[in-house]
């Protein structure tokens, strides 16, 4: 078994028949041995895969011959396919689910009306020039802030991207509508819809991280405006950028410093749980496992 690695991906372009792209998807992942996960709809395609660089290679050389995925901004990641329990590729209304599939536009460049792009050296320069006035606005789950976030960033009360209509529509961000907000996600993706939705509402100036918080975690590690560690939806739950990695979660049963999420199987602990090493075996015994299978 040669050298292992997971990549993460998604394009955003008009898919005329996503049930076909998701057949080749299947054969050709199958033919190279590669696990995890692919969403395909009529928006584009999202995807995160692990297995052997060489494999994965030749996956990325095939699915760039089709035209829409050309322009797609491959991340690798430090990983195994093992770390994925088995290949799953799906056809859905949307790619990334807010729920609202009827208002999302796309075309050959991508999303229609979304927020600008900005490298993640852009993203330090308009702090510099605008100071507190940039809002950081987290377009993940509320749960996955709580072991990293941008510093000084909103968080909103989310436990899935269903709610985020919701709450931009409740009027308790309203005051930002004005401001410049920079919103950010793992590799990009959620913030491609979030930032539309938000401008489609009436926000402004909103901004996107070209990558998300993964490039610009390789590019500033822990030395700028992240802080803490990254959560992932595979196996290792959960990355740093650096050894000097801060932690910012906290044990639920004694309060002590993890960065390390548990998810129950039992039907009474469904929901994924910051244990400490020394906390987790007792509160752990009864059925429950450690998983990172959720999207």
């Known amino acids: 078994m040669g050298l292992q690695k997971i990549v993460l991906y998604y394009a955003f372009t008009p898919i005329p028949d996503p049930h076909a792209i998701r057949l080749w998807q299947q054969t050709l992942c199958e033919k190279l041995n590669l696990k995890g996960r692919i969403i395909i709809s009529e928006h ?59 208002e999302l536009k796309v075309n ?62 409740s009027g308790k961000y309203d005051h930002l509508k004005d401001k410049p907000i920079v919103t950010y996600c793992t590799g990009g993706i959620r913030c491609e819809v979030l930032s539309s939705l938000m401008k489609n509402r009436g926000f402004n100036e909103v901004y996107q991280i070209d990558g998300g918080i993964v490039r610009y975690g390789e590019r500033f590690g822990d030395s700028a405006l992240w802080e803490g560690s990254l ?15 801060q932690t910012l979660g906290t044990c639920v049963e004694c309060d002590g410093p993890t960065s390390q999420f548990y998810n129950c199987a039992n039907l ?7 244990y400490c090493d020394d906390c987790a075996p007792k509160n752990l015994a009864d059925n429950c496992t450690h998983l990172g299978v959720a999207h």
């Not at 760039?64 to 093992?82: A, P």
């Not at 602990?269 to 910051?274: A, G, Q, V």
């Open 108 to 169: 050959q460049n991508g999303v229609i009306g979304g927020g600008e792009h900005l490298t993640p050296e852009q993203v330090n320069e308009l702090v510099r020039a605008r100071g507190d006035d940039v809002a950081f606005f987290d377009g993940r789950n509320a749960f996955e802030a709580k072991i990293g976030k941008f510093k000084n960033a909103i968080v909103p009360d989310i436990d899935t991207t269903h709610d985020f209509v919701r709450e931009l529509e």
């Open 231 to 245: 959560y992932v939806f595979d196996k290792r739950m959960h990355i740093e950028f650096s050894p000097d990695t």
């Open 44 to 102: 584009g395609i999202n995807g995160t895969l692990g297995g052997n660089t060489e494999d994965l290679t030749a996956y990325i050389r095939a699915t760039k011959e089709f035209q829409g995925f050309k322009r797609i901004d491959w991340k690798w990641s430090d990983g195994h396919g093992d770390d994925f329990p088995r290949l799953v590729v799906r056809v859905r209304d949307e790619i990334v689910s807010f729920g609202a599939p009827g």
């Open 268 to 274: 009474d602990c469904r929901e994924l749980t910051l």
